[in-house]
């Protein structure tokens, strides 16, 4: 079963704009995390953030998360073409130790 | 830089074969998942491993799959009978674990089946 939800499922912009990707979940977390897929790759961890923040940065990239709304927002700016992947976000229960459960995905698109 | 090892990076097999993955963490992780992504979806967890213990198989389909840590480091992911349906990338991951919440996960770079 999938916890999260992405929105939208794809998105295709230009170098130098921002992207904006939104994920919902569905029960109570200790904490959310953003992945990157390259087609046909394996997964690489983007930033977690803990139910007790609110916005993380790193990089180009800034997240928010509301707890209220069961809710989470990774932003990339000035995109770049190497930012073309997929993304993931992925939540645990909340229980100690429990597995990740990844949404299904947006599909980035940046061309030059 | 250490990374998660996988192989075959691509089988393709028949229906009503068996087949084997096989997955390596970074040393030191205790906690190792098996992970199945269907094309276009996001990855749905199939097995989790604490040590060689297994701390969640509940969506995995005991009938035709199976997972083993023996020693509590390398695994192998076992299908058999293959079935269309199983047709997928089957990644695996690893973290430290050891409790508290869940911390980031390695991934590895996954092995594509295809079932014929």
């Known amino acids: 079963s999938q916890q999260g939800e992405e929105d939208p499922q794809a998105l295709s912009i230009q170098e130098g704009e921002n992207a904006t990707m939104n994920c919902s979940y569905k029960?109570?977390?200790?904490?959310l995390q953003w992945y990157r897929q390259n087609s046909g790759r394996g997964l690489v961890h983007l930033i977690l953030?803990?139910?007790?923040?609110r916005e993380k940065h790193s990089g180009r990239l800034r997240v928010t998360l509301d707890t209220s709304k069961k809710s989470s927002s990774l932003l990339i700016t000035a995109s770049r073409a190497a930012d073309t992947a997929s993304y993931f976000c992925?939540?645990?229960?909340?229980?100690?130790?429990?597995?990740?459960?990844f949404g299904k995905g947006t599909t980035l698109s940046v061309s030059s | 830089e250490a990374e998660v090892a996988q192989s075959p990076r691509y089988k393709i097999t028949e229906k009503s074969q068996a087949v084997a993955f096989w997955c390596d963490p970074i040393?030191?992780?205790?906690?190792l998942y098996w992970y199945r992504q269907i094309l276009g979806q996001g990855p749905e967890l199939l097995v989790q491993?604490?040590?060689?213990?297994?701390?969640?198989d509940s969506q995995l389909p005991k009938d035709r799959f199976s997972a083993e840590r023996l020693k509590g480091v390398d695994s192998t992911l076992k299908i058999q009978p293959a079935e269309l349906g199983d047709s997928a990338m089957y990644l695996c991951?690893?973290?430290?674990?050891?409790?508290?919440?869940?911390?980031?996960?390695?991934f590895g770079e996954g092995s594509r089946l295809t079932v014929l």
């Open positions: 991951a690893s973290s430290l674990g050891g409790g508290g919440d869940t911390g980031e996960l390695f």
């Open positions: 029960t109570s977390i200790n904490n």
């Open positions: 953030i803990r139910s007790n923040e």
């Open positions: 992925a939540t645990d229960a909340d229980q100690a130790g429990t597995a990740l459960i």
């Open positions: 040393s030191g992780h205790a906690t």
């Open positions: 491993f604490q040590d060689e213990s297994v701390v969640d």
